[in-house]
């Protein structure tokens, strides 16, 4: 069953920060579930398929980071934006490592939460090229209608930002592409975040795609600047 692109699930203990998210979430038109503890997330995700769930970190019992885990393996859609501490970077990243879409760092404008919700949607309801269904670039596929990915015959699953990212870079293999290049295209014009979010990213799309992680084959480093896909020639052993 697909996601419900209206709902938004907060998980977060603290009743005030929670309410007050809610009640902004409302007028904003989306159709909020709350609760307070991690391990009643899973039953609300399963029951209500939300599209978004904003997750704090500290939680009692199952912490911010597992949710986060078992939401992204259930649902490999839905967009996860965690909520960490100011001044904890660890939280941030680990948080993006496990899954995590984006993050919001406390304490925050509630509009700019929900103005990231409607940039994160909006990547999911692109129109797609009517010119070409597919992207193939050697052994690696997309299929745009399907939202898949594939290398050679083994689907992988991506979540809508590695899958954004893969696209862009297999449109343009060989072409160097800057951080902030990479947070315009994929995240928008108007993403708040630092250039870790995109460093991060890359890990986790090479931890799924790669066959040595630590010696990339495919999405490569370009240092001091951004990343790359590896060009046809060099792929080939061609320099």
């Known amino acids: 069953m697909k996601e419900n692109q209206k709902k938004v699930l907060i998980v977060e203990d603290e009743a005030s ?11 904003s038109g989306f159709e909020v579930l709350e609760c307070e503890r991690g391990e009643d997330a899973l039953p609300l995700v399963r029951e209500h398929y939300p599209s978004v769930a ?39 990243i680990m948080g993006l490592e496990l899954g995590a879409d984006d993050y919001m760092v406390k304490p925050f404008n ?17 129109p797609k090229p009517h010119r070409s269904r597919v992207i193939q670039y050697r052994e690696l596929k997309m299929d745009l209608d399907g939202q898949r990915f594939y290398r050679g015959a083994d689907e992988i699953e991506l979540t809508p930002i590695e899958f ?18 990479i947070l315009n295209q994929v995240w928008g014009q108007n993403y708040f975040g630092d250039m870790k979010t995109v460093d991060v990213h890359v890990r986790r799309i090479r931890e799924k795609i790669e066959s040595n992680p630590s010696s990339p084959q495919w999405v490569e480093t370009v240092w001091g600047f951004g990343y790359r896909l590896r060009g046809a020639d060099e792929a080939n052993g061609k320099y």
């Open 164 to 181: 954004s990212m893969i696209k862009m870079l297999m449109e343009n293999p060989g072409k160097a592409f800057s951080r902030d290049e």
């Open 54 to 92: 904003v997750l704090d970190v500290m939680l009692p019992g199952i912490d911010g980071f597992e949710v986060c885990q078992q939401i992204r393996a259930e649902m490999p859609e839905a967009i996860i934006i965690m909520l960490t501490a100011k001044g904890q970077d660890m939280d941030k």
């Open 110 to 126: 509630p509009l700019e939460l929900i103005a990231r919700i409607h940039a994160n949607l909006r990547k999911l309801n692109k």
């Open 17 to 27: 920060i929670r309410k007050f998210l809610a009640i902004n979430l409302n007028r």
